[in-house]
T-cell receptor
Framework: KAGVTQTPRYLIKTRGQQVTLSCSPISGHRSVSWYQQTPGQGLQFLFEYFSETQRNKGNFPGRFSGRQFSNSRSEMNVSTLELGDSALYLC?????????????FGEGSRLTVL | AQSVTQPDIHITVSEGASLELRCNYSYGATPYLFWYVQSPGQGLQLLLKYFSGDTLVQGIKGFEAEFKRSQSSFNLRKPSVHWSDAAEYFCAVVRGSNYQLIWGAGTKLIIKP
C-alpha cells in the first residue's frame, strides 16, 4: 500500500508570494491533517479535513488555508508569504476523523521563504 | 488545559546502552497516549500507543512504554540502542472527542559510537 505522498518535497519562494502544497493520503483514508514544523515552535497543528470538510483548525492566520477533494487528496495554500513561514509542512492521513490519534505521515514539504 | 511535557530536549547515549525518554501529560481523563519517531529528513512514524489495559505496551523497533497514572507519565524505553535509533521522539496525547493530538516538544536522541 502506498504511503502518504507530499509534493513538492522542496521549494523556495520569496516574501509576498503564495504557495500550494499537495498531499495524497493512503488509499482508503478519509482524514487529512496538516502540521507546520519549525525548530523554534516544534509541531503545530494547522487543520484537519474529513470528507471534504474542515473539522479542526489550529491557531494560524487566515493566510493559511486548505481544502480536501472528493478523492481525499488535500491541498494547503499559504498566501502573502513571510520569512517566518519557512518550515517543514507535514501532512498526515488517518482512516476516519482523528482515528484516535493514529496518524500516518508523509515526508513533508520543506518551504524556504527568502 | 491539556499539555504534554518532554523535559529533555536532547539525550546522548552510547550505542548498546539502555534508553529512557520521559513524557508527562496533563489531562483529566484517561488519555490516549502515543510515541512517534522522526528520523532525519523524514516524516513521523508511530512507535506505539496506549489506549487502555496493560500499562506496559510494546511497539516497533524494540521500543516499549509504560503508562503510570499516578505519575501522569508515559516514558519510552529501549534496553539497547542502535545507531539507527538516532532521531527525534515525540510524545502525544489525544484531546477531547474530536481526537485532536496534543504534542510534546520532542526529544532529540544522539547516539555515541
Amino acid at each position: 500500500k502506498a504511503g502518504v505522498t507530499q509534493t513538492p518535497r522542496y521549494l523556495i519562494k520569496t516574501r509576498g508570494q503564495q504557495v500550494t502544497l499537495s498531499c495524497s493520503p493512503i488509499s482508503g483514508h478519509r482524514s487529512v491533517s496538516w502540521y507546520q514544523q519549525t525548530p523554534g515552535q516544534g509541531l503545530q497543528f494547522l487543520f484537519e479535513y474529513f470528507s471534504e470538510t474542515q473539522r479542526n483548525k489550529g491557531n494560524f492566520p487566515g493566510r493559511f488555508s486548505g481544502r480536501q477533494f472528493s478523492n481525499s487528496r488535500s491541498e494547503m495554500n499559504v498566501s502573502t508569504l513571510e520569512l517566518g513561514d519557512s518550515a517543514l509542512y507535514l501532512c498526515a492521513s488517518s482512516l476516519g476523523q482523528g482515528s484516535t490519534g493514529e496518524l500516518f505521515f508523509g515526508e513533508g514539504s520543506r518551504l524556504t521563504v527568502l | 488545559a491539556q499539555s504534554v511535557t518532554q523535559p529533555d530536549i536532547h539525550i546522548t547515549v552510547s550505542e548498546g546502552a539502555s534508553l529512557e525518554l520521559r513524557c508527562n501529560y496533563s489531562y483529566g481523563a484517561t488519555p490516549y497516549l502515543f510515541w512517534y519517531v522522526q528520523s532525519p529528513g523524514q516524516g513521523l512514524q508511530l512507535l506505539l500507543k496506549y489506549f487502555s489495559g496493560d500499562t506496559l505496551v510494546q511497539g516497533i523497533k524494540g521500543f516499549e512504554a509504560e503508562f503510570k497514572r499516578s505519575q501522569s507519565s508515559f516514558n519510552l524505553r529501549k534496553p539497547s540502542v542502535h545507531w539507527s535509533d538516532a532521531a527525534e521522539y515525540f510524545c502525544a496525547v489525544v484531546r477531547g472527542s474530536n481526537y485532536q493530538l496534543i504534542w510534546g516538544a520532542g526529544t532529540k536522541l544522539i547516539i555515541k559510537p
